[in-house]
């Protein structure tokens, strides 16, 4: 059976968990990283030589690591012409937001993650969270003039521009401070609340994980 190494709550392994979910493929998921350790396991290193998350194996020994590339592969191989656009320059639109995601958009989700969720109000630096927000801000104004004539990043139907972006997104609507207004944006979100494999591997996941850091 197809295997995915990683944690459940990285936000690289969420995406492609989502993106599975939404396929509706059977697979294993292993537990790795984090607090399960096992990164500089020399067999998880043979798999994945950057020691991060997630991993993708199959059962004749394929791995393929890079999360964007491991969502473009499962997109192919089980929904070419759905999640994955078959016309070449629909796929290339796909292309450019997973992209613009992971390069322009992610920066702030690791501000977040050493911010808000590894030090206490005390630590934090309110200034380097600040900017960050900002900077997201402008990225998600983009994002809501994108919106306005498309429910899902590429028109009408969910496809793989969607994962890397709309996984973002739930941490954006619940974790930033005093998030500025984008009311399309929050009307996508709502679009992606409303299916099932976002609510079980996006919504449920980062809320949880946020719940432990109110606990503290
Ligand atoms: N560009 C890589 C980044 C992978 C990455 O940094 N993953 C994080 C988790 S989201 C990680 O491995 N962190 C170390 C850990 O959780 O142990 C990808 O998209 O797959």
Redesign the pocket.
């Known amino acids: 059976m197809l295997k995915i190494w990683?944690?459940k709550d990285?936000?690289?392994?969420i995406k492609v968990t989502w993106c599975l979910g939404e396929i509706g493929v059977d697979y294993e998921r292993i537990d790795w990283?984090?607090v399960f350790g096992g990164?500089d396991d020399p067999t998880y290193r043979a798999k994945n030589p950057?020691g991060?998350?997630?991993t993708l194996e199959e059962d004749d020994g394929f791995t393929l690591?890079?999360?964007?590339a491991?969502m473009r592969y499962l997109c192919a191989e089980y929904s070419m012409g759905e999640l994955y656009p078959q016309n070449l320059r629909a796929r290339a639109a796909a292309d450019k937001w997973m992209d613009w995601s992971?390069i322009n958009l992610a920066p702030f989700n690791g501000v977040y993650l050493e911010e808000i969720l590894q030090k206490s109000a005390a630590e934090r630096d309110e200034l380097r969270l600040a900017a960050a927000i900002k900077q997201a801000g402008l990225m998600y104004d983009i994002l809501d003039a994108h919106l306005v004539d498309n429910d899902y990043m590429c028109g009408e139907k969910l496809t793989m521009a969607d994962f890397p972006l709309g996984s973002l997104t739930d941490r954006w609507i619940n974790w930033t401070p005093n998030r500025p207004s984008h009311p399309n944006v929050e009307a996508y979100y709502e679009r992606l609340a409303s299916r099932p494999a976002y609510r079980q591997h996006v919504i449920e996941v980062n809320a949880s994980r946020w719940q432990k850091i109110q606990k503290g």
């Open positions: 990683g944690r990285g936000s690289n392994v990283g984090g990164n950057n991060r998350l997630p690591w890079e999360s964007g491991v992971s």
